[in-house]
């Protein structure tokens, strides 16, 4: 399950469903995802490098945003984070709370278009 194939297919799966329903939401979600992606990408080169470090925090809240497809498939690309099992745990709560939410608000723009 840890493969980016995998990260790149339920990424896909989750923006295409938010895009079929509410477009400038996925939209945002990809931006968004794009951003953390290079985020993870410039944590991991700072890693390496001992530079300043980006903070968890802001990983976990941007991905709690809708970053998260980003997050997983960057995390995947860059060996990131992958060995931190609180981070790891942080980081699927985050995207299970955000695609509960996102599915909660698609069902309810679903339900209303229907009226």
Known sequence: MKSLTFALCISSLFLSITAAILPKLAIAYLALSAYVFLLYYLD?????????????????????????P?????????????????????FRLTAATNTVATLLLLADTLKHSNQ
Do not use: D, M
């Open 44 to 68: 991991k080169q700072r890693a390496r490098n001992h530079g300043r470090r980006i903070p968890e925090a802001k990983l976990h809240l941007l991905n709690l945003l809708g970053g998260w």
């Open 70 to 90: 980003g997050g997983y498939c960057g995390s995947l690309a860059f060996r990131h984070k992958t060995s931190k099992p609180g981070f790891v745990r942080t």
